[in-house]
């Protein structure tokens, strides 16, 4: 019952640099949401963007949706080593998120 | 309060043990989730409590018997369970049930069987 393919699967950056990770979905949805998860703990919500709205901010964190595409991007600027942990999409259809594959994204200091 | 506490963090049982996974949240949320996750993967959903009815089983074994006692405890009641159901085991929270609303995760039972 996957939903969202990531990619990349993993991605190796240094700070201050800019990551994107992309996110890809099969069928129609309501939201999409982003989460960070940080090595075998609980994940964090980052951001929720509606299936009406094609990007959105929230400090260093950028997310853009095209529907048509069923896709979502999320850019974080300027990135710091407390970034490195994994990021996972998650749509919203019904009354469940289901998660994407996931990137795993260290940023070297 | 906004936090999800889970007990225990850390759970070794054998094949013919019983125990139980408890999650805890004072957000006033109404939704209440399991999710299993393996080791590099996403997490994967188990149940979803919604007013304390439980409203998805996710094709679940039934060596897993969830438990919604009042609107602010959830268990994970585990018992014969196999080794390949070792994983971090997460709860989560939301503020209603449905598609709209963030998740609030705890930190997680990390779980082996051996």
């Known amino acids: 019952s996957q939903q969202g393919e990531e990619d990349p699967q993993a991605l190796s950056i240094q700070e201050g640099e800019n990551a994107t990770m992309n996110c890809s979905y099969k069928?129609?949805?309501?939201?999409l949401q982003w989460y960070r998860q940080n090595s075998g703990r609980g994940l964090v919500h980052l951001i929720l963007i509606r299936s009406n709205e094609r990007e959105k901010h929230s400090g260093r964190l950028r997310v853009t949706l095209d529907t048509s595409k069923k896709s979502s991007s999320l850019l974080i600027t300027a990135s710091r080593a407390a970034d490195t942990a994994s990021y996972f999409c998650a749509t919203a259809n019904t009354d469940k998120l289901i998660f994407g594959t996931g990137t795993r994204l260290q940023v070297f200091p | 309060d906004t936090e999800v506490t889970q007990t225990p963090k850390h759970l070794v049982m054998g094949m013919t043990n019983k125990k139980s996974l408890k999650c805890e949240q004072h957000?006033?949320?109404?939704?209440m989730y399991w999710y299993k996750q393996k080791a590099k993967k996403p997490p994967e959903l188990m149940f979803v409590y919604s007013y304390e009815k439980l409203s998805i089983n996710e094709s679940v074994p039934s060596r897993f018997s969830p438990e919604c006692p009042n609107s602010s405890l959830l268990n994970l009641h585990l018992h014969a369970l196999q080794p390949e159901d070792s994983a971090l085991y997460l709860c989560?929270?939301?503020?209603?049930?449905?598609?709209?609303?963030?998740?609030?995760f705890g930190p997680g039972t990390r779980l082996t069987v051996l």
């Open positions: 989560a929270s939301s503020y209603r049930g449905g598609d709209y609303n963030e998740q609030f």
């Open positions: 069928t129609s949805i309501n939201n």
């Open positions: 957000m006033g949320h109404r939704a």
